[in-house]
Structures are given as structure tokens and as C-alpha cells.
């Protein structure tokens, strides 16, 4: 599985966008391949905001939320059967069953709500606010999707519908073709579900598990699990976490974290290192996430004084309707090459 690095992120937060009668048709064709023209014709039916709503005009973000409701018969969706998931969980609790510090982030993770339930809601939409604290850095919001099963992600900007960017498994895609964005659309794909996703996506193949100590923080204690990767693993395998998981009820209270992305560290090398801290706690679907998060440079003895990152989740849902054409590169978009 691709684990695109973290970076500070941002996006100024703007209310709902107002699209014409003809959006549900371009939010779709923008999700849809050419190759899947009958099943879009059910979809485009079934989807018609004059039919299901009325006439009102209907925010962009309610658009791409009835396009990942679909139902289920109307195409092959991007969640496998139940057999196949309890698969992948066995081998996943066998995995980190082999060290101590697997054996913490299973725990995470059923605290978090399991493994299995994670993968049996299906695709995650949510929208993240990504906001440095510094000035004069922007931010970026987007609203987005991702297969939780397969690690491919859409993207639409906030403040632009008509802008999307995402990654189809093997490659990162803008569009419309060309389109200016304000991220790298190959890093940004995966990296905000990637620590929204925590402690779930630290189960995987190539990841490696080792405890280190403890730290008291903000009035709890967290035993801590060195995070890093075999060598091929994902774009930037020379990145690492620290996973904090509270020793009381095993929740993930936040990590550490360096980004070394090749695209940005093309010599090598990394960022210093960061915490994030997670703030609150929201329940969907039997999934346990943070609110948001704040980020801070993480010195010798602790976190700095200075909040250098705020991030907020919001809009968070599950849609196992999604289908899996959903998540196709769409045949107007563009290619990014290279990192």
C-alpha cells in the first residue's frame, strides 16, 4: 500500500458551493469512465436531483455525496465480500500478532472500532481542512473519497467543484487535464486519509513494529510504537511514526511523524520531526475518529510551544454503494509524471 508522507496542509473552510441543474451529470462524469456508459445511465437516473430532492439547487458537497450512495446494483462496487475481508483481518491480526508493538496497534484498532468493521463500511468521504498557522502560508480544503480497501482516493477542492485530483492505484491524475492545484496531486492523494485512517492502515505488508517507551502528554499516558517501513514500500519507505496509543483504553491520541516524500526530498533526507495531537472524538458507523488534529515541531524533550497546524474532519460518512469506477482515472484528466 501506498503511504504518501505527511505535510503541513490547509484550506480556508467556505460554505457550500451552489452548482447549475446540469451538476449531477458533470460531478458523475468526472468519477466515471468512458467504459462504463450503461452503468452511468442507471446512475445518472437514479442520482437526478429534480426526481429525489425537488428543483432546489443542491451544494457541491451533496453532490458528491448522492454520487457515492449509489446503490449497489448499479455497478460492481469497490467493497469485496465478507469472506475476502475476514481474510485480510486474520492475516492482518496474525501479522501484528508477531511483535509487541503490533500487538499495540491491534489493540488500536479495536478500540478504534476493528478491522473489520472498517473495511465492511466501505469507502470513507470526509472533508479535511488543512491550516498552517504561519503566515502568508495558504491553506487547502477539499472534500474526498477513498477506498479503504484498495487505498485510491478523489479529491475535489472546496472552494472549486469543477477541480478534482486523485490516485487510481497505479497512477495520480488532475483534472480537468493541466489544472493549477494547490498541492502535489500524487502526494496529496493519499496523505490526509492516511492520518485520518490511523491506527487502521498500520497493519499492512512491509510495515514493521517496534515499541518505545512511553510519554506523558497533556495529562495522559501514551506507550509509544515506532512506525517504518521495508525497503519498496510505498512512495517514501525512509518515512517513520510514532504512534501514540493511550494506555488505558488504547485509543491513538496522536503521532510523529518526518516526511521524507522523494518528490520533495529528491537527495534524500527528511523533514524535522512533528507531532500531531488528535482532538476529540467522533463515532461513524462503529469507527471511532478525531475531530481534528493539532501539529507541533516536536523537540527533545517534547512537543514545541507553538501550534504550527491546525486540521479539522468533518462531513465524515461511509458509502459501501460506491462503485468502483468511482474511482477510475476519468479519460479528460491528465497524468502527473514523476513525483
Request: hydrophobic residues 35%.
Amino acid at each position: 500500500m501506498d503511504h504518501p508522507a505527511f505535510l503541513e496542509r490547509g484550506g480556508a473552510r467556505r460554505g457550500p458551493l451552489e452548482v447549475d441543474s446540469s451538476g449531477e451529470e458533470k460531478i458523475m462524469d468526472q468519477q466515471i469512465t468512458q467504459s462504463q456508459k450503461n452503468d452511468r445511465r442507471s446512475l445518472r437516473r437514479w442520482m437526478n436531483p429534480r426526481r429525489r430532492f425537488g428543483a432546489a439547487v443542491l451544494g457541491a458537497a451533496a453532490m458528491i455525496a448522492m454520487l457515492f450512495a449509489v446503490p449497489a446494483q448499479a455497478a460492481e462496487t469497490a467493497v469485496p465480500d465478507s469472506e475476502t475481508i475476514a481474510q485480510r483481518v486474520a492475516e492482518t491480526k496474525e501479522r501484528l500478532s508477531a511483535t509487541e508493538g503490533g500487538k499495540l496497534v491491534w489493540a488500536a484498532m479495536e478500540a478504534h472500532g476493528g478491522l473489520q468493521r472498517w473495511y465492511e463500511n466501505g469507502p470513507i468521504r470526509f472533508r479535511f481542512r488543512f491550516a498552517p498557522q504561519a503566515e502568508g502560508r495558504a491553506a487547502t480544503d477539499t472534500v474526498q473519497i477513498v477506498d479503504t480497501w484498495s487505498a485510491r482516493a478523489v479529491h475535489f477542492l472546496a472552494e472549486d467543484s469543477s477541480k478534482s485530483f486523485g490516485w487510481d492505484g497505479s497512477e495520480a491524475w488532475v483534472r480537468p487535464a493541466g489544472a493549477e492545484l494547490p498541492v502535489n496531486a500524487r502526494f496529496w492523494s493519499l496523505t490526509p486519509y492516511y492520518f485520518v485512517a490511523m491506527p487502521f492502515v498500520l497493519g499492512d505488508p512491509g510495515v514493521r513494529h517496534e515499541t518505545e517507551g512511553s510519554l506523558e502528554l497533556e495529562g495522559r499516558t501514551y506507550d509509544l510504537v515506532r512506525i517504518t517501513f521495508d525497503s519498496g514500500t510505498g512512495d517514501a519507505p525512509d518515512d517513520y511514526y510514532v504512534l501514540l496509543v493511550d494506555r488505558e483504553d488504547h485509543s491513538v491520541g496522536g503521532v510523529r511523524y518526518v516526511v521524507s516524500y522523494p518528490g520533495f526530498f529528491p537527495e534524500g533526507g527528511h523533514t524535522p520531526e512533528n507531532l500531531l495531537v488528535f482532538d476529540g472524538a467522533q463515532t461513524v458507523d462503529g469507527i471511532i475518529l478525531p475531530h481534528g488534529s493539532r501539529g507541533f515541531p516536536w523537540q527533545e524533550q517534547g512537543p514545541g510551544d507553538t501550534v504550527s497546524v491546525k486540521n479539522t474532519l468533518s462531513e465524515v460518512s461511509f458509502h459501501p454503494g460506491t462503485p468502483d469506477a468511482a474511482f477510475h482515472r476519468p479519460s479528460d484528466s491528465s497524468v502527473q509524471e514523476g513525483l
